[in-house]
C-alpha cells in the first residue's frame, strides 16, 4: 500500500509532496528581533531532508506590544530582508515555508520578556499564568485593548500578511494557539468583553484571517493554529462540545481560512468524549477545511509533552509504533497533514528517512544539540 505520510496533497496553489509539516517551533536566536544567520541553514536542511511544509517558529508582527521575548524574531522592518534570504534556500532546496506570525498579548513564558507591559482583551491573565521552572515574572501588568488598539493589530497582521506574500513565502500561519493573543479572545476566561469582541469571542480572529486575505491574494494560503490547552492550563478549553466549537470555528471559516493547525499536546487523544476523533479530526468534519494534527508523532510515549517545564531540556527519543495509527487517520480522512516537532528539530532528514525506510537511522530530540539550530 503506498504510504498515506507520503502522498501530496495542494492547498490552493501550493503542492505539498507529501503529509509532513515541521511544527512552528522559536529558536530564540534573534537578539533584538534580528535572526541570526543560522536560521537558514537550519531551515534549508529541513527542506533538503523533504519535509513537506515548515512552519516558522513564532515571529512578531509589527505592533510594539507584540513580542513576548526580546529573543523571538521580528516580522517587520530589517529582518524581513533576512526572511527573504530564508524563504531563497528553501526555495533553493526545493522546499516550502510559511512564517507563523503572532502577537503575544499577555502571555507570560518569556526568558526575556519585553518591558513594556502587554495588551488582551480584558487586560489581566490569570494567575498561574507564569507557573513553569524558566519562566520569567508574568504579564500580569496587562492593559483593556481598546478599539483603537484592536484595530491597529489587525492592521499589523495584515501588514505582516502583505509582507509574507511579497517576499515569496508560500502562505502564512496566524498564531491564534497556546494562550496568544488571538487565542485570548477566543477563550471565555480571558475575553471577558462586553462589547462586539467579547460578544462574539471569534471576531477578532475573524477580522484578522479577512485582513490578511485582503492584503494578499484570493489564493494565497492561510493558515490558523488553534489548541484547546493554553502553556500552563492543559485543562483549559475553548469549546466544551462539537457544537460550541462549530460555532466557535464558524466566523473565522466565513474569513477565508485556508486550514487549521490543530495543536494537542498528543495527536490520539479523543477531543470530545464518545468519539475518538481528535481536534484535528472534530475540526475538519465540522468545518469541511482540511486540518493538521500533531503531538507526540515520532517520538516515544514516554517523552515530555508541550508545555511542560523541562521540556527543552529533555531528551525524547525516536519511536514509529504509532505511525500505523496516524496512516489509518490519514486514510480514513480524519485529517489531511501532521506535524511533527521535537522529532524534526532531533532529525532534519526525518522525512526523507522515512521515504527511505531508514527508520533506524532517526536521530533523537537531544537539547544541547537540537535546539542549536542544527
Ligand atoms: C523548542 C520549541 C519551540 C516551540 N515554539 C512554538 C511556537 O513558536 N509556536 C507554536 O505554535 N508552537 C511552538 N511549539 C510547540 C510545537 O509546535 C508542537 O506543538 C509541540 O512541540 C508538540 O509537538 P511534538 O510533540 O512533536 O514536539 C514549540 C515547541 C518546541 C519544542
Known amino acids: 500500500m503506498h504510504d498515506p505520510l507520503l502522498a501530496p496533497m495542494t492547498i490552493g496553489p501550493l503542492s505539498l509532496p507529501n503529509r509532513i509539516v515541521m511544527a512552528p517551533m522559536g529558536q530564540g536566536r534573534a537578539p533584538g528581533g534580528l535572526p541570526d544567520a543560522a536560521y537558514a541553514g537550519f531551515y534549508r536542511r529541513r527542506a533538503e531532508g523533504e519535509i513537506g511544509l515548515i512552519v516558522t517558529g513564532a515571529t512578531a508582527i509589527g505592533h510594539p506590544r507584540s513580542s513576548f521575548d526580546d529573543n523571538e524574531p521580528h516580522f517587520h522592518g530589517s529582518p524581513l530582508d533576512t526572511w527573504a534570504g530564508i524563504v531563497e534556500e528553501v526555495h533553493a532546496a526545493g522546499g516550502r515555508i510559511v512564517p507563523q506570525l503572532a502577537h503575544a498579548g499577555l502571555q507570560g513564558l518569556a526568558m526575556n520578556p519585553p518591558t513594556l507591559p502587554g495588551i488582551g482583551p480584558s487586560g489581566v491573565w490569570l494567575p498561574g ?3 513553569g521552572a524558566e519562566a520569567g515574572p508574568g504579564r500580569e501588568d496587562g492593559q483593556v485593548m481598546t478599539l483603537a ?4 493589530v489587525i492592521e499589523a497582521f495584515a501588514r505582516a500578511a502583505a509582507d509574507a506574500h511579497r517576499v515569496g513565502f508560500d502562505g502564512i500561519e496566524i498564531h491564534a494557539a497556546h494562550g496568544f493573543l488571538i487565542d485570548q479572545f477566543l477563550w471565555s476566561r480571558t475575553n ?3 462589547d462586539a469582541y467579547g460578544r462574539d469571542r471569534s471576531r477578532f480572529a475573524a477580522e484578522i484571517v479577512a485582513a490578511c486575505r485582503a492584503a494578499t491574494h484570493a489564493d494565497f494560503p492561510i493558515l490558523l493554529r488553534l489548541s484547546q490547552f493554553k502553556m500552563t492550563d492543559y485543562a483549559a478549553r475553548l469549546a466544551n462540545t462539537p457544537t460550541e466549537l462549530a460555532e466557535l470555528l464558524a466566523p473565522i471559516v466565513d474569513a477565508g481560512v485556508d486550514l487549521f493547525d490543530c ?3 498528543r495527536f490520539f487523544r479523543p477531543e470530545f468524549p464518545d468519539s475518538p476523533l481528535n481536534l484535528a479530526g472534530w475540526v475538519r468534519s465540522l468545518t469541511g477545511k482540511p486540518t493538521i494534527a500533531g503531538g507526540g508523532i515520532g517520538l516515544a510515549k514516554t517523552s515530555l509533552e508541550y508545555g511542560e517545564a523541562n521540556i527543552y531540556a529533555t531528551k525524547a527519543t525516536v519511536a514509529l509504533d504509532h505511525l500505523d495509527d496516524v496512516r489509518e487517520r ?14 524534526i528539530l532531533g532529525d532534519a ?8 525506510g ?4 532517526m536521530e533523537p530530540f537531544e537539547p544541547q544539540i537540537s535546539l542549536g539550530l542544527n
Open 192 to 194: 471577558r468583553r462586553s
Open 330 to 343: 490519514l486514510a480514513r480522512g480524519e485529517f489531511d497533514l501532521v506535524s511533527l516537532g521535537r522529532a
Open 349 to 356: 532528514a526525518w522525512a526523507r528517512k522515512l521515504r527511505l
Open 358 to 361: 531508514q527508520f533506524d537511522q
Open 129 to 131: 499564568a507564569q507557573v
Open 263 to 265: 495543536s494537542q499536546r
Open 149 to 152: 488598539d484592536i484595530d491597529a
